[in-house]
């Protein structure tokens, strides 16, 4: 446990898994990105309409700004963007993200922790405290709305990837309604069947509700409700699905899910035509997809020279 906090061990066993000719490739891929021009985003202000959040963390931080300048390129928007950095990142890292995104709002751990945790401790969260502190993806739960005064809040995963214009998402952003806009997932991923959610909790739980890409009315996450819902032992476990079942319980108890289409895919297979898609988000196994396929369709376009 005490090697699994040093990055130079996890870097090791990364590129232990992987062989190293492929790490090398990886990472030279990964970090073409950083010879793209950086991004001018506008600067928060109080309720915004929309403001764009994505957690990320030192080994994917070169992805989140593979996500994010793909969405800004594709998207044409100017949405203001706040970055949370989880765990230990380095200056170097933390650096990097605000010289692409000069305008942004690059939140480390360091700096978010007392605030969130004082905010959770004066509303009485415990559960929700004490699940953050065991599930990093939490912090997509808690932090993004206490850190925001926007109307609503845009929420990418730093394993997403753009290739065309997200018309449905810049639309449902330009006029938003109450209801939660989600990616469709390829199954119901959540820490509690839809079975239990309506016997012990009363709620008729959305199936394949991915946080993926999300588009929040920032009132309609309601930490309170949460904080009720971690009542139950099987959703307060701390698996990487927590906070993507407490998103579907809240939306689903209000009855405010709704779909992006298809072609913001959530799939495991390889060999799907990233020219016939929005966006993909290349969750789980699909990960190493994001780089055998993804990165390099949108090197293949000129997506790099072109920003």
């Known amino acids: 446990m005490r090697l699994r906090r040093r990055r130079a061990w996890v870097s090791l066993r990364r590129i232990q898994r992987e062989g190293v000719w492929n790490s090398f490739r990886r990472w030279r891929l990964w970090s073409s990105i950083l010879d793209s021009p950086a991004v001018i985003t506008r600067t928060a202000t109080k309720r915004e309409p929309v403001e ?19 969405f800004y390129r594709f998207a044409s928007v100017d949405y203001p963007l706040a970055i949370h950095l989880q765990g ?24 978010a922790d007392p605030h969130v945790v004082a905010w959770l401790q004066d509303h009485a969260f415990t559960r929700l405290l004490a699940a953050r502190s065991l599930s990093p993806f939490m912090m997509k739960l ?8 926007a109307v609503h809040m845009l929420t990418l995963d730093s394993d997403v990837l753009f290739f065309r ?16 806009v ?17 016997k012990h909790l009363g709620i008729r739980l959305a199936p394949r509700v991915n946080t993926g890409i999300t588009l929040l009315a920032r009132e309609n996450i309601r930490l309170d409700r949460c904080e009720e819902y971690l009542k139950c032992p099987q959703v307060a476990r701390p ?9 579907a319980l809240c939306a689903s108890e209000l009855d405010r899910v709704a779909y992006l289409p298809e072609s913001y895919l959530v799939s495991l297979e390889p060999g799907v035509n ?9 969750a789980g196994p699909s990960r190493p997809l994001l780089t055998s396929e993804g990165m390099p369709y949108l090197v293949s376009t000129g997506f790099l020279r072109r920003q």
């Open 165 to 180: 214009r997200p018309e449905e998402l810049v639309a449902a952003s330009a006029a938003p309604s109450e209801k939660g």
């Open 182 to 198: 989600f990616q469709r997932d390829l199954a119901s991923t959540y820490n509690i069947t839809e079975e239990q959610a309506l």
């Open 52 to 70: 764009v959040h994505l957690l990320c963390h030192q080994g994917d931080y070169l992805c989140a700004l593979w996500a994010l300048k793909s």
């Open 88 to 111: 230990n990142t380095s200056p170097a890292a933390a650096a990097k993200l605000r010289r692409h995104f000069p305008h942004a709002r690059v939140i480390s751990q360091a700096d």
């Open 239 to 247: 698996t990487g699905w927590i906070e993507q079942t407490l998103h």
């Open 274 to 282: 990233s020219a016939e898609l929005t966006a993909r988000h290349y």
């Open 142 to 149: 808690t932090d993004f709305p206490v850190f925001s005064t």
